[in-house]
């Protein structure tokens, strides 16, 4: 039964079972703890092991002095080696700490105590019951006199005082008196060894709980402390409900209150009806909105204000109410002069005295309509603006997006490749710099970073000089001088140019065709950039140790130049995309580096020359460049002028 208590105390609940009535009911339950008494039969014990584990079972030993009992329960102890053993010279402090770590619970889990106040002039008896109530988590001050137990009264907020019936200078009825002055909830349990000498009916009429006798048993304290504060914590809580009771009365009389006064001197018409149409109640407003006494709606159905239509839509709204019970409609009121109001009805539903019934709020929406009818005189000339206007504006949108677009792109390739070659310029200036400071004039180390500074300054230069031409291209002041010249001799030098590039790779780049001597009037300058981009794009998307092709043919007056390569290839739907400005193969354009202006000053020079230039993917994976060039150029007037002007000069 201690056991019991002291798991009612930290907040359990305990059902407290016979043996025999172990079924299958009792087994389907969810137990965090099965204690076994040490009476249990075996066979029940090996019933209850195969539901629960054994981490779970809590055995309770019987006294020494029961020899009969003690090898009962070895056998159950060895069928039960991890389970939990309490014996009977445990404290309530020790089993308390092991039904706490067996059931895994922390200070958050265990239920609020009761603060005690224990008074006794016995020191020895004092000691030992408020080692038990600490030992059940109860919080204790304890006190030997009245003089000291008023003085724990000022300082702390005492739930129970627990006092012997007399002592040294007064009575535990005399100080509950006390106490009740100061904090009037507090509670009482007292006891004596002397029960005929104390009245129990004048002690019950002061408030105190139970008389309990000396010398007072543990188990038995506790089952009365814990009798004593579930009935009180029960009061206390009927005590909020019923001061939350009555708050929430008092919060709905003066809502109550306020919302009769919004009501009736709320601006817009409100009727209260049956479902029938009988009207219930009505606020000052209807008086004017429908021109009739108040007094005399009493007797009128709401579906006589009303034209016909207006009638049936209220009608047929209110026979198909879903589950919002609530909904809005249009309504013509018919004055007696003939002409009629719009209205806007809101309908809800609600419970006027256990019937169904119905409250709306009556909207004159005349000056609306009176908008409406403008907007609507004025809709058809807006439209037609507003169709002018989305033509204008969908074309500058697409404009500006399209810009937009390009601007992007264009900052975001160009910043990457302006920065690569800015950064190893600066990188290897401040090597530089550093060697100088520190005296290490290494010949080859300052040479080496010269040589990457001159590399990465080039290659800043080349990507000026793109943007140049590409800038003189837009506005057509790129000079063109255009020649006789050996085609194959510009390739050749074209050639020799990135010939550094593709000894690093070891690309062998074959000629094709170049034997025959082409005459090709062109800009000899145009010829070799544009030769030199699209080899160099080549040997750039090459694997090393691969080969690249430059074929040189004639065809109905056209030179021919195919650049084929054995690299990544291009995208089909990509083919004619790499030759717009800023633009490159998805395959391409996440590693190579390039703003994407090469094939597009490639094409501009092409289109100077009259000719033109496409890719392909050949059969070697890779892509094929073919440039097509007129041997002679058909100039413009002007052209020609100023070519005749340059060769007499």
Known sequence: ??????????????????????????????????????????????????????????????????????EHFSEVNRLLPNAVVIYPFFANKEISSLLEGVLELDSDNILQLPTVLLVDHCAERLAQIALNLKGA?????????????????????????????????????????????????????????????????????????????????????????????????????????????????????????????????????????????????????????????????????????????????????IATLSKNRQFSCDLRLLKKNGSEVPL????????HHGEIALAVIFKNVTHLKEKEDLLVEAKDLLEEEVKARTAQLEHAKNVAEAANHSKSEFLANMSHELRTPMHSILSFARFGLDKVAN?????????????????????????????????????????????????????????????????????????????????LECDEEQINQIMRNLIGNALKFSEPNSEIDISLAVNEQMAEIAVIDRGIGIPEQELEKIFAKFEQSSKTNSGAGGTGLGLAICREFVALHQGTISASNNEYGGATILVRLPLEIDLPQHLANEQQSISMN
């Open 1 to 70: 039964m201690r056991v019991k208590v002291l798991l009612e105390l930290i907040g359990c609940r305990v059902e407290l079972l016979h043996f025999a009535m172990v079924d299958d009911a009792v087994l389907e339950q969810d137990f965090d703890l099965v204690a076994a008494s040490h009476g249990v039969p075996t066979t029940v014990i090996k019933t209850l092991m195969g539901v629960f584990a054994q981490e779970h079972f809590l055995l309770l030993a019987p006294k020494a002095q029961r020899s009969d009992l003690l």
């Open 137 to 317: 988590h109860i919080k204790t001050f304890t006190a030997d006199n009245t003089a000291s137990a008023m003085d724990v009264i000022k300082e702390q907020n005492i739930d129970l005082l627990i006092s012997d019936f007399t002592f040294t200078d007064g009575t535990g009825l005399e100080l509950f008196n006390k106490l009740k002055t100061c904090q009037p909830n507090s509670r009482c349990l007292l006891y004596t060894s002397k029960p005929d000498q104390v009245s129990m009916v004048a002690a019950i009429r002061q408030g105190v709980e139970d008389v309990l006798i000396k010398p007072v048993d543990d188990n038995s304290l506790l089952q009365s402390v814990h009798k004593l504060w579930q009935t009180e914590l029960l009061r206390r809580h009927n005590t909020e409900l019923v001061e939350r009771l009555q708050n929430t009365v008092d919060a709905l009389i003066e809502k109550d209150s306020l919302l009769r006064v919004i009501f009736k001197h709320t601006p817009d018409a409100i009727i209260l009806f049956e479902r029938g149409g009988k009207v219930i109640e009505t606020n000052d407003a209807c008086e004017q909105l429908f021109e009739k006494p108040l007094k005399e709606f009493e007797n009128c159905s709401v579906f006589e204000f009303f034209d016909v239509a207006s009638t049936e839509r209220i009608k047929d709204k």
């Open 344 to 351: 806007v009805g809101s309908f809800n539903e609600i419970d």
């Open 439 to 519: 005296d290490d004039l290494s010949k080859d180390k300052l040479n080496k970073y010269l040589s990457r500074i001159e590399q990465s300054g080039e290659r800043l230069l080349s990507l000026l000089n793109n943007l140049l031409d590409l800038s003189k291209l837009d506005v057509g002041k790129f000079p063109f001088n255009p020649q006789k010249h050996n085609l194959s001799n510009i390739i050749k030098t074209s050639i020799d140019d990135v010939s550094g590039t593709a000894l690093e790779k070891c690309i062998a780049i074959r000629p094709i065709g170049f034997e025959q001597g082409i005459v």
